[in-house]
């Protein structure tokens, strides 16, 4: 992207502007939580302004202008996902809330005892306990993808974990903590010639590149609103209608239902079956501007920019002596984690913050894959395409500052 088209997008996003501690705020926790651009602000207040009432309920003007706009955000969700049906996309809180969903639901239609789950390493607590908490439930055992010394998931060993206990698998499209773009194409075939559903969770992925769940074959895809530029609260379970139809509701309450009497209640058909309680219609019409907005940018540009700010931190960083980068997958997303020599990454990231510089430490939420390295955690930068390789300069000249204080 050209350097104009950067400076437009930047002032687009106020709080860019802020200075922390009297110096320049430079975000690179995109991967925790990215910034809201003008535009989705302004939906929230418009919405609230201008189009609140509950919805689906209501015969009066402001509810059906509600539900209509909550509807639309769906079908705005479906195509930027490339489903095929506006009912297959069911608004959650977030991703966490998404795979929860499945792992409630899912299990209850599905799950035997003496079954098995497959997950990878690098997953985020989001999808390793909901897993947990099933097999703990069913009497089933939770098994795992080991991965290479670069971060890439092992695919010989996942072929040999696939077997007729396999009752799903759930995987991540991106690590939030090595940036490893998976193979869940290839995953989601080598499960499907078997007959195995995939959950592919999406959070790290839909901000950086094109996903298309038809290409991918995906059951089920989710992710969050607050990732790619949207509210927070709002999240989004894609299903194929097959399962969405086959599995029970998650929870029970308001619009869920068809029919109520104390003796039996039916349920209401899809997406609506899996939305009880008023939902979060202001979120969703945020969350459709949000998608409306990096589209008009394009996913493309954007993986192609944030991939060259990706590469230039990377080669930047490697400057630095004892430097140690946590993920070197050959196809990696916006995130590069590190360690230098014996730091304490908690160190790095609390001097960096006096500098203006936001990174997160720690595990990242990814404890056992963590485990898995011998390592105490990491700093993590992760970016956005409103960041830019004059940031990076800044960042790196205060990373040398902070690791000769601490050497
Ligand atoms: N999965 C991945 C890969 C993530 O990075 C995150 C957020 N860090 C989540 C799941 C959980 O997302 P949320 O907290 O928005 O539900």
Partial sequence: MEKEKIEQIRAEFPILTEQ????????????????????????????????????????????????????????????????????????????????????????????????????????????????????????????????????????????????????????????????????VKEIIKLAHDQNIPVLVDGAQAVPHIPVDVVELDADFYVFSGHKIYGPTGIGVLYGKEKWLNAIPPYQGGGEMIATVTFEKTTYNELP????????????????????????????NEIAAYEHELTEYATQRLLEIENMRIIGTASNKSSVVSFLVGNIHPYDIGMLLDKMGIAVRTGHHCAQPLIDSLHIPGTVRASFAFYNTKEEIDTFIEALKKVVGMLS
């Fill in 20 to 183: 922390i501690y009297k110096k320049q705020l430079i975000y690179f926790d995109n991967g925790a939580t990215t910034q809201k651009p003008r535009c989705v602000v302004e939906k929230i207040n418009s919405a609230y302004y201008h189009l609140n009432a509950n919805i689906h309920r209501g015969v009066h003007y402001l509810s059906q202008k509600a539900t209509e706009a909550h509807e639309a955000a769906r079908q705005s969700v479906a195509e930027f996902l490339k489903a095929d049906k506006r009912e297959e996309i069911i608004f959650t809180r977030g991703t966490t809330e998404a795979i929860n969903l499945v792992a409630f639901s899912f299990g209850e239609a599905f799950a035997k005892p003496g079954a098995e789950v497959i997950v990878s390493v690098m997953e985020h607590h989001s999808n390793i306990v909901p897993w947990q908490m099933l097999c703990q439930r069913k009497g089933m055992t939770l098994r795992v993808i080991p991965m290479n010394e670069k971060g890439e998931l092992q695919m010989d060993k996942f072929a040999e974990l696939l077997n007729e206990k396999t009752c799903i698998v759930s995987v991540s499209h991106v690590s939030n903590v090595l940036g490893t773009v998976n193979p």
């Fill in 272 to 299: 609506f079956k899996f939305e009880a309680g008023t939902p979060d219609y202001i979120g969703s019409t945020a969350l459709a501007e949000a998608l409306r907005y990096v589209q008009e940018i394009g996913l």
